[in-house]
């Protein structure tokens, strides 16, 4: 029997698949990719011969038997996923299928496009003073938000939020960003196919304008919506500088100075 990998695609960009997953993609015999956005990575990378199907059509049960059978004929067979597998990719329940049917697999991370969102925007995540936290989340849609886990709660933290799967909901990220005691004129950023060449889209706007501004670009499906903090912060005068570079912090690689 062969062995499972679920490689993470990365955001789009066939370049930003990590050289282990691109390795990968040579050595398998058979690929089994997440629909239009990482079919370009798959064809550029695999090598001729590899059986290669997308998994649009294809129930969670279809998908596990496909894998399964190409274990049994190949060495090395991959799940691609968009961005990191662990994020919203339904791999614990691929996972198990496989375990119970007692075939190897492991999981190769992937840049997330909430990563690649930011990049492209040329925004941080954090920054020293303002938001030193990450929240992933998605607002409440047909899949039910775990206890604790609202938009208006998380929100209340202020801290930079990451929203997958949500722009069709943007009326209700605005509600529950107000509730949570964001305003209206704060910035919120919005980016569809982040890093696809050619076809990304950046859309700043308020929290009260962006869906609006959405709708002029006809953005409804695979894009990011971002609330930070730190957005705009490119153009601030006054910003606190990391202590990483900062001449009287010693770390790891640099001593400072002996009067610090
Ligand atoms: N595992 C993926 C997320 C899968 S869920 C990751 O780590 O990125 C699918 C959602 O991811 C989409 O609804 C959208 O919100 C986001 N997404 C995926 N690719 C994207 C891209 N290139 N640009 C912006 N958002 C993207």
Redo the contacts with the bound molecule.
């Keep these: 029997m062969g062995k499972v990998w679920f490689v993470?695609a990365g955001?789009?960009d066939p370049e930003l698949i990590t050289v282990k997953g691109q390795r990968l993609l040579r050595e398998a015999g058979a690929i089994l990719y997440a629909g239009s956005?990482v079919s370009e990575a798959c064809t550029l990378w695999a090598s001729e011969g590899c059986e290669i199907a997308d998994s649009k059509g294809m129930t969670l049960e279809d998908i596990t038997s496909w894998l399964i059978e190409q274990a049994a004929k190949h060495d090395t067979v991959i799940r691609l996923?968009?961005?990191?597998?662990?994020?919203?990719?339904a791999l614990i329940e691929m996972l198990q299928p496989l375990d119970a049917a007692g075939i190897e697999s492991e999981v190769v991370a992937?840049?997330?496009?909430?990563f690649?969102?930011m990049a492209a925007a040329s925004e941080s995540l954090t920054l020293p003073e303002v938001t030193q936290t990450v929240i992933f989340t998605r607002v409440e849609g047909r899949t039910p938000m775990p206890e604790g886990e609202s938009l208006r709660e998380l929100a209340q933290h202020k801290t930079t939020i990451c929203?997958?799967?949500?722009?069709t909901l943007l009326n209700k990220v605005r509600e529950e960003l107000l509730a949570a005691g964001w305003h209206d004129d704060d910035k919120i950023l919005v980016?569809?196919?982040?890093?696809?060449p050619g076809e990304?889209k950046i859309v700043r706007g308020t929290i009260a304008n962006i869906r609006e501004k959405c709708r002029a670009e006809k953005i409804a499906?695979?894009?990011?919506?971002v609330v930070s903090p730190t957005l705009g912060a490119r153009d601030w005068q006054e910003l606190k500088k990391s202590k990483l570079y900062d001449a009287s912090f010693t770390h790891r690689f640099r001593k400072a100075g002996k009067n610090d």
Excluded: R
Aim: charged share 5%.
């Design positions: 993470g955001p789009g956005l996923q968009t961005g990191d597998p662990g994020l919203y990719g992937g840049v997330s496009s909430a690649a969102s929203m997958f799967l949500s722009i980016v569809q196919k982040a890093s696809w990304q499906a695979q894009a990011m919506i």
